[in-house]
């Protein structure tokens, strides 16, 4: 399994877990983006180098965030930075969500958009 999917793994269930019984104004929106988000984020992955697994991996230990922010940066994948600004630009747009303001969810969604063009 490679550093991405556990990224995206990871971001998947925090996701799942902030999202509210209710569905809010621009709920189809966000399900879609986050498709994309990891659309985008496994093709860069399957496309990208991969390193050789580590001891703590083979010891069954969970990668901290750090750990791969390091490995990804070591590889020169994706930028700490982007997966970052990926994390809260999806919080904005879920935030925007809940309180049910549509114009600055499709706002904070257009930004993603920006987010995913290399």
């Known amino acids: 399994m490679s550093i991405w999917h ?15 019984n209710e569905a809010g104004p621009c709920s189809a929106e966000i399900y879609s983006m986050e498709a994309r988000v990891d659309a985008t984020l496994k093709a860069k992955a399957a496309d990208g180098p ?3 697994v580590s001891r ?7 990668p901290t965030p750090g750990s791969i922010a390091a490995a990804e940066s070591r590889l020169g994948t994706a ?3 982007r997966v970052d600004a990926i994390i809260r630009g999806m919080a904005r747009v879920r935030e925007a969500d809940r309180t049910g303001d549509l114009n600055a969810c499709r706002r904070a969604l257009s930004d993603m958009e920006s ?4």
């Open 50 to 52: 991969t390193l050789q």
């Open 79 to 81: 930028s700490p930075q």
């Open 56 to 62: 703590e991996a083979l010891l069954h230990r969970q």
């Open 6 to 20: 556990i990224v995206m793994l990871s971001a998947g269930a925090v996701a799942a877990s902030t999202i509210a």
């Open 115 to 118: 987010l995913l063009i290399d």
